[in-house]
């Protein structure tokens, strides 16, 4: 039963360039979050997809978007990447109607450095 | 707006010792609080998760309190070793926000000497 996967595992992109995340979720699961983890921090949470639509969002600007796919698959984009967007991202997946009492699932992550 | 503390940020004992992580959060308004583990440079794994009507969860050498009126709960590692090294994490899912988005402490370090 093959668990969350992310890729790729690491990314080095310059100040300004667009980049995008790929997660596939826990099997059996339907909702996708992202988290944000910068070093020495507890992961932010980014937003929420569930039925291929954005259901929740934390305190992100706009330069962060996302997808779900019908295969629930998500993907991450952050444009006009920031040094401080350096950080590693990490992907979540979970079933909805059982999320009160089952605990997520966390990919490994993309590390994403900003030169 | 939910806020959920760490405290030590960094531990250090010897092996064999017992390690007791703390985690405090503000709004106690909430479905559960789990406990997770990381690896350095890897994703989270699920220790542990408490429901909100539940006191105590077990599972090994882990047992996690939780304690809704003070806003606190505390993760027990029996007889730790040096394979325990690595940094812990709590966190909880507010009743308030619909879906599960999940709310972190800062972590808290740990380091089993040999």
């Known amino acids: 039963d093959a668990g969350v996967t992310q890729s790729p595992t690491h990314l080095i992109k310059t100040r300004g360039q667009q980049v995008t995340l790929r997660c596939s979720p826990k099997s059996g699961h339907d909702t996708v979050s992202w988290y944000q983890q910068a070093l020495g921090q507890g992961p932010q949470f980014i937003f929420q997809?569930?039925?291929?639509?954005?259901?929740q969002r934390g305190n992100f600007p706009d330069r962060f978007s996302g997808h779900q796919f019908p295969n629930y698959s998500s993907e991450l984009n952050v444009n006009a990447l920031l040094l401080g967007d350096s950080a590693l991202y990490l992907c979540?997946?979970?079933?909805?109607?059982?999320?009160?009492?089952?605990?997520?699932?966390f990919g490994d992550g993309t590390r994403l450095s900003i030169l | 707006k939910q806020e959920v503390t760490q405290i030590p940020a960094a531990l250090s004992v010897p092996e064999g010792e017992n390690l007791v992580l703390n985690c405090s959060f503000t709004d106690s308004a909430i479905y559960n609080l789990q406990w997770f583990r990381q690896d350095p440079g890897k994703g989270l794994t699920s220790l542990l998760l408490?429901?909100?009507?539940?006191r105590e969860q077990t599972s090994g050498r882990l047992n996690a309190s939780l304690d809704k009126s003070s806003g606190r709960s505390t993760l027990y590692i029996a007889a730790s070793q040096p394979g325990d090294s690595a940094t812990y994490l709590c966190?909880?899912?507010?009743?308030?926000?619909?879906?599960?988005?999940?709310?972190f402490g800062g972590g808290t370090r740990v380091l089993v000497k040999p």
């Open positions: 966190a909880v899912p507010p009743i308030k926000a619909a879906g599960n988005k999940l709310t």
């Open positions: 997809y569930y039925e291929e639509e954005e259901r």
């Open positions: 408490i429901q909100s009507s539940q």
């Open positions: 979540a997946s979970s079933l909805r109607q059982s999320y009160s009492n089952q605990p997520q699932h």
